[in-house]
């Protein structure tokens, strides 16, 4: 990772969800990988339902917590 990409990184809000997303879903986004796994706070799962709505991203939810949620993020495509 370049010391600028790093630096940028640093100044993202990470209690923020759409940059939870990014960082944690990247290779799948880009087409890198065919599945991803993501946690988040119990109270975001619906906002995430929401920006993954009409793209080819889909989830399985594999543990629930009375906090946590962990999925398995995948693309439907492969």
């Known amino acids: 990772m370049s010391s ?7 100044k993202l ?3 923020n ?5 990014a960082m944690q879903c ?15 706070d119990r109270g ?4 995430l339902m929401q920006i993954i709505k009409g793209t080819k ?3 399985y939810v594999l543990v629930m917590t009375d906090t946590r949620i962990t999925m398995l993020m995948y693309n439907e495509e492969n």
């Not at 969800?17 to 997303?21: D, F, K």
């Open 4 to 10: 600028e990409v790093y630096e940028l990184i640093k």
């Open 13 to 15: 809000s990470l209690n």
């Open 17 to 21: 969800l759409n940059t939870q997303t």
């Open 26 to 40: 990247a290779p799948l986004i880009a087409g890198l990988k065919a599945s991803n796994l993501m946690t988040i």
């Open 44 to 47: 975001y799962y619906r906002q």
């Open 57 to 59: 991203i889909s989830c």
